[in-house]
């Protein structure tokens, strides 16, 4: 028996209209645990990385072991890491946003070191001559003077968080990339595809809008261009 010429569903079709509709929820669902796994593990890794930064920044000795360890961390292939975090977090969220935060480390620190480390020292001492303190110098000149390259950092680690999300679906918690998985094992052609096409469209909104966010947070840089 075949399928009827318009159920798309049962000729298992890579473009299925149908599939949206009658999958809405679960689409929905794997968006949300998509998107609340990518921000907590960037905010967390941001909330860390410019401690670490601002130690490196200010105690040379420093900058070696925090860029050193930060880097290694990175080269850590993904479902090692997961493997490795297994024992402490279990099957849990937990062990993919903390998985994702020591990924996003690297990039945050490195580049929110740079932007630090490029704020002229002239800038610094007419900050100083001025009557700025450490703590006033470091939230009024250096953070907003840091701020482009920190912000190209954070773009790079939102992408690569989406993206990574997406192997937690071997603990369970992959938003879209448990449709993947899924889809994959059972080859559903349409929810592969639809879930694939989704990731993609959250990277480049997240993008997106944090290059907006640094357009506005930065306007000198735009009379300088």
């Known amino acids: 028996m075949t399928a009827p010429p318009d159920d798309c569903l049962a000729r298992n079709e890579w473009l299925c209209g149908a599939y949206l509709s009658s999958r809405r929820e679960i689409l929905w669902d794997a968006v949300v645990q998509h998107l609340q796994l990518t921000l907590a593990s960037v905010l967390i890794g941001l909330v860390i990385a410019v401690p670490l930064a601002l130690v490196a920044r200010h105690r040379r000795w420093a900058a070696g072991p925090v860029l050193g360890v930060t880097t ?11 493997s490795l975090l297994l ?34 020292e002239e800038t610094r ?18 953070l907003p003077l840091a701020l482009p390259a920190a912000m190209a950092g954070l773009r790079i680690a939102t992408v690569s968080a989406v993206s990574l999300v997406t192997v937690g679906a071997i603990v369970g918690y992959g938003g879209l990339g ?9 080859y559903f052609k349409a929810q592969v ?15 997106l809008l944090l290059l907006l966010a640094q357009r506005v947070l930065t306007p000198w840089t735009r009379r300088q261009s």
């Open 72 to 82: 290694i961390l990175y080269t850590v292939p993904s479902l090692a890491m997961f």
């Open 87 to 120: 024992p402490v977090y279990g099957l849990s969220a937990s062990l993919v946003v903390t998985g994702l935060v020591l990924y996003s480390l690297t990039l945050l620190v490195r580049n929110i070191l740079a932007g630090l480390r490029a704020v002229p």
């Open 125 to 142: 001492q007419a900050a100083r001559g001025m009557g700025y303190g450490p703590l006033r110098l470091l939230l009024a000149v250096e």
């Open 178 to 186: 448990n449709l993947i998985y899924s889809g994959m094992n059972t």
């Open 193 to 207: 595809l639809t879930a694939s096409v989704l990731c993609v469209v959250i990277a480049v909104a997240a993008d």
